[in-house]
């Protein structure tokens, strides 16, 4: 018998599984369950690429890069910024390789974060940015975005610094197009943004993996802006249906970039090399991947808008990523974990409660329309024959 102790990290013992994947694996237990769960492209990895890794393996890229990763990778990515969204970094020493945006954030974070600063982080929200800071023993402080159908404003933030007189104000998580609500932000209201940050004189950690996924628009980099005060990321999971490959991206200023390679030196030494030289093939001569899925996308957004808007849920409607977030009608439970157990139970279908992206989602749902058009019109037929079932309603 091993006798487990429990003299750890005491920041981790107070870190749970996110709520996205404890959901996600205990309604898998589930037989003929249709799950619209996670935010994974149904897409395969375009097939030049994979074929770019292939060479790559025969060509003998098994070995350790440097600690930002290939040149050649680090310029295709400078380019791709600059091409797509007018942003400029020196491939030499602006731009990290990462181990997915995941790897990025906490390094983003771990960097600006001292013990007892606070940062903001508009909710709801993709949760993996909260244990980071507090691991860093700094205080995630929650902005509630739903007064405003999820848009962050200058006078949101400014009146938020206000109530909150006697924090350090270290910096601003920015997620857009955001993750649940698929909210995204055109070019003035990212330079009204801007200014607001730069005045308030915040660090900006501005995740921005979705960036290609826009419906209407393209996207706007806040780092076009205020550069030397925004830590930008991305990556090839959701551009290019790339999510087990783990490649990822930091963007910053010259004497951030040297700051944040110490801590992903020490996290991860380099990312995969075979891994690296196809996503050199995604960004050169796969730099348009993502549109005839940013198409497929728009169509399956709006078929799952209109039929969950008929059926009574509220929606911001989303401009950007591939997620919906929807307000429970009422007359049913606005306890979302309640909810979506109930629904999962009933009715074979998998979304997941909006408690998921903080407190402030509370009442919300949120699923993943990155599903084939007939997975989705099987879940839309399963939710609409929950919602019309007098038993489910609570008054």
Known sequence: MTLFRDDLNETISHIQVSTIRQFDEEVSAIPDMVKLTLGEPDFNTPEHVKAAAKKAIDDNYSHYTGMAGLLELRQAAAHFQETKYGVHYDAEDQVLVTVGATEAIATALTTICNPGDAIIIPSPIFPAYIPIIQEAHAKPL????????????????????????????????????????????????????????????????????????????????????IPDEVILINGLSKSHAMTGWRIGFLFASKEMTAQLKKVHQYYVTAATTIAQKAG????????????????????????????????????????????????????????????????????????????????????????????????????????????????????
């Open 142 to 225: 929650f902005m509630d975005t739903g007064v405003n159908d999820f848009v962050i404003t200058p006078k949101m933030v400014d009146d938020f610094i206000a109530a909150h007189p006697d924090e350090n104000f270290k910096g601003i998580v920015l997620n857009y197009p955001n993750n649940p609500t698929g909210v995204t932000y055109v070019e003035d209201e990212i330079k009204a943004l801007a200014d607001c940050f730069h005045r308030h004189n915040l660090w900006v950690v501005s995740d921005e993996i979705y960036s290609e996924l826009t419906y209407g628009s393209d996207h706007v980099s806040i780092a076009k802006f």
């Open 280 to 395: 050199v093939e995604a960004l050169t001569n796969g730099i348009n991947d993502a549109q005839p899925m940013r198409q497929e996308y728009q169509a399956r957004r709006d078929f799952v808008y209109q039929t969950m808007s008929k059926l009574g849920f509220k929606i911001a409607r989303p401009t950007g990523a591939f997620y919906i977030f929807a307000k429970i009608p009422a007359g049913f439970e606005q306890d979302s974990m309640a909810f979506c157990k109930d629904l999962a139970r009933k009715n074979q279908l998998a979304i997941i409660p909006g408690t998921g992206f903080g407190a402030e989602g509370e009442g919300y749902v949120r699923l993943s329309y990155a599903a084939s058009m007939e997975k989705l019109h099987q879940a839309m037929d399963r939710l609409t024959a929950y919602m019309q079932e007098p038993a489910n309603r609570i008054n």
